[in-house]
């Protein structure tokens, strides 16, 4: 509605020909300075998009990852600086045609088991009862457990004063070890059946594991030895005798798992020896990760910016390679056979792949991995020498296949351009909107967003390939999550820590409804899945009252899911209901497929499933 003066401004009235101006009668105090902050942000974001210190390399693909203003929806006035909730990219709803493709490779598990279960015809119960109707085919183990993603937020199993930094299944899932800030580590053994005394467990607290509260069997408690800050990371050796440990020191330490061996450590130094003997200082840097070879012969271990490998066999360090600019947050092996692929991951932003075998002539790697705009917090190998997986700061999980790396002459061409957002400390509870998806020489096959790769070093996984070929990629979040991906992209689960339930209930007992849930404010660093079994425990900082709470995530099917049988029925009844009569031929297709429906996990006979492969 306008005045006869001209167009209505809500600061007052602009009359036609006259310079406007701005009336302040029944404005409050509040409403002026909401319209001055907006002016001042719009200003400020003007500013911000200028300011680029990037330098165009390829038109074309900057042209697919620069984020402008208008590619975001939100409001001008909105602070750069946005909660640490708010999502700069929109969630994938539909599978990612890249994915789908590697789930039809047979690189990840069996392709029968997922085709049935996308298409909905995949029944647990029914695959176990026609083992007898067919004797002669075997029955394996994805078959069972390909489809059960645990789905669970959790029961508390363990609390602990101090924050958790690394928390693992051993290979078999026999042991769960975890390494803390007041440089102790935990050996939990998960053959021996849970402890349900109360009493019991405040007894064991009070008298052997300081401010440790469990009803997991601890099978040992070893102090490690003092370094900087904290315990870093800690690898189980493949025979599980064996544990490493590393503290942002120079030297890691092994230590024996058995209950009764020795609680002292053997030191493995990385440092180059000391050339004078009135010298005692030597080599000053910090190693932040470490793993065990397939073999358990020899370790990798990454640090101030280079990587290393020991011969525990020979007692000596055979590789050191001066491998980044910036610190080696997370290294690994690529394979579980030769031992010869390394990968180390940056706070440069960048993955690099060397070869042991070229070494000798060239210190170059063989491939590098770009993608990441901010620095990587953690990268995990498939172990089949092609897959690997990666966290970044950048909120971004990343798949990578190692035939499709950046030669080292490509990457040489944008290794001085910076592509992150300037000043930016993941430490911080916020991520500012970032002003590109991704680096324009991104080579990842997949990018799994969603998460929150704030505060601490945030870990990602591959599924057990055992039980689930390694169809999933899962993560914890600053946010207090533990996201669940299918490689497709999309978000299978999310399993939410500030719902986790007390240790006075059961894990594998009935959930509860919502209201007896105690919630609480956590960052999960780390999380582990079962190599046999649909579960997960995760570690979660607790940002109230400090330390760590552990809690164990399972599958549950509708029994023990409050309200889900009824709201299964009610989506089934709601699916066949026909919305008009011109709908006769929806009807009858709806009609067909009512005889392949049945309640998940429940038997239901509809003949042969055909042949796996």
């Not at 692929?341 to 790697?365: C, E, M, Q």
């Amino acid at each position: 509605m306008q005045s006869a003066g001209g167009p209505q401004s809500p600061f007052g009235t602009l009359s036609t020909g006259e310079r406007p101006t701005m009336s302040l009668s029944g404005i409050s105090l509040e409403d002026l300075a909401r319209f001055m902050s907006a002016r001042a942000a719009r200003s400020d974001t003007g500013q911000r998009l200028h300011r680029h210190i990037a330098q165009d390399v390829d038109d074309d693909d900057e042209d697919d990852d620069y984020m402008t203003v208008e590619d975001d929806d939100d409001d001008e006035d909105d602070n750069y600086f946005s909660r640490s909730s708010r999502q700069w990219f929109p969630p994938v709803t539909e599978p990612q045609e890249e994915g789908v493709e590697l789930l039809k490779s047979g690189d990840f598990g069996r392709i029968g088991v997922k085709t049935r279960s996308r298409n909905n015809h995949l029944n647990t119960a029914k695959s176990v009862l026609n083992r007898a109707a067919h004797p002669t085919r075997p029955l394996n183990r994805e078959d069972l457990h390909s489809n059960l993603v645990p789905n669970t937020h959790g029961t508390t199993v363990a609390t602990y004063d101090a924050n958790v930094y690394t928390a693992q299944f051993s290979d078999d899932a026999s042991f769960y070890y975890t390494c803390a800030q007041d440089f102790k580590l935990h050996i939990f053994d998960m053959r021996a059946p849970p402890t349900n005394s109360t009493a019991t467990v405040t007894s064991l607290r009070r008298s052997r594991h300081d401010s440790l509260v469990t009803k997991m069997p601890v099978r040992k408690v070893i102090q490690g030895h003092p370094g900087r800050w904290t315990i870093t990371d800690a690898n189980l050796s493949p025979d599980n005798e064996r544990m490493i440990y590393s503290s942002i020191t120079p030297t890691i330490y092994m230590t024996s798992t058995a209950p009764d061996g020795n609680v002292g450590a053997i030191p493995i130094p990385f440092a180059d020896p000391v050339s004078r003997p009135y010298n005692s200082f030597g080599e000053s840097f910090g190693i932040w990760s470490c793993r065990f070879s397939a073999d358990g012969n020899e370790v990798i271990a990454g640090g101030s910016g280079k990587i290393f490998v020991y011969d525990l066999l020979a007692n000596k360090r055979t590789v050191k390679i001066a491998a980044h600019d910036d610190d080696v947050n997370s290294c690994c092996w690529a394979d579980t056979g030769s031992g010869n692929v390394l990968v180390s991951a940056s706070d440069d932003t960048f993955i690099k792949v060397w070869d042991r075998r070229s070494l000798g002539a060239s210190k170059k790697p063989s491939g590098v991995l770009v993608g990441h705009t901010e620095g990587l917090t953690y990268v995990s190998a498939k172990g089949d020498g092609r897959y690997i997986i990666s966290n970044g700061k950048d909120q971004a999980l990343r798949l990578w296949d190692l035939r499709k790396m950046c030669s080292s002459a490509d990457f040489e061409a944008v290794e001085g351009y910076h592509y992150g957002i300037n000043n930016f400390d993941y430490r911080d509870p916020r991520y500012p909107r970032p002003k590109y998806k991704a680096h324009p020489k991104d080579c990842s096959v997949m990018t799994y967003r969603g998460h929150s790769v704030l505060r601490t070093l945030i870990r990602c996984h591959f599924s057990p390939a055992e039980t689930t070929g390694s169809q999933y990629i899962y993560s914890g979040s600053a946010d207090g999550k533990i996201h669940i991906w299918s490689l497709d992209g999309r978000v299978v689960q999310v399993l939410d820590r500030s719902k986790t339930l007390p240790a006075s209930y059961s894990p594998s007992g009935p959930e509860p409804s919502s209201s007896n849930r105690v919630h609480s404010n956590n960052c999960v660093r780390d999380v582990s899945w079962h190599s046999q079994e649909p579960v997960i425990l995760s570690a979660g900082w607790e940002h109230g009252r400090g330390g760590t709470v552990i809690a164990r995530h399972e599958y549950k099917g509708l029994s023990k899911m409050p309200g889900a049988l009824e709201d299964w029925v009610e989506k089934k009844r709601l699916n066949e209901t026909v919305d008009s009569p011109s709908d006769h031929r929806r009807s009858r297709r709806i009609e067909a497929l009512r005889e392949r429906q049945h309640v998940p996990g429940a038997f239901h006979d509809d003949g042969d499933e055909g042949i796996d492969f």
